[in-house]
């Protein structure tokens, strides 16, 4: 059974350009396309399975820049790897204050605003 937890992230005030609903139906509903579970079921032979309740979508917003529990500080107006992964991070670290366990999820997806500074 494949277990994620994807990370809607709205940063610095800037939006991802999909919201829970549209990607819940993008994962879970076969209309009008094949959907993101069935794909993965398929693409394995039926041997990995994408249950909804083994798979959640989480919106999380961070602030334009902050410090980490470990110390490390972010900035959202800087876009290298780096960076990008300390806003993984701080999403992981903001679910966690908002009561969500990530213990169980093997797999995390972050879907981070398409702005500048970031090309990709």
């Not at 005030?13 to 819940?24: M, Q």
């Not at 032979?45 to 989480?58: C, E, Q, S, T």
């Not at 602030?63 to 900035?75: D, E, I």
Request: positive net charge; contains cysteine.
């Amino acid at each position: 059974i494949f277990h994620s937890v994807t990370f809607l992230m709205t940063v610095c005030g800037r939006a991802p350009s999909v919201d829970v609903n549209a990607l819940s139906r993008l994962y879970y509903t076969d209309s009008p396309v094949m959907s993101f579970g069935k794909f993965v079921e398929a693409c394995s032979f039926g041997k990995i399975k994408y249950p909804k309740d083994r798979n959640i979508i989480i919106p999380v917003t961070l602030p334009c820049s902050g410090t980490m529990s470990t110390g490390r500080s972010w900035n959202t107006n800087v876009c290298t790897f780096t960076q990008a992964a300390l806003w993984a991070y701080a999403a992981e670290e903001a679910a966690q204050a908002a009561g969500h366990d990530l213990s169980n999820f093997q797999r995390r997806v972050f879907v981070i605003p398409k702005s500048p500074p970031c090309g990709w």
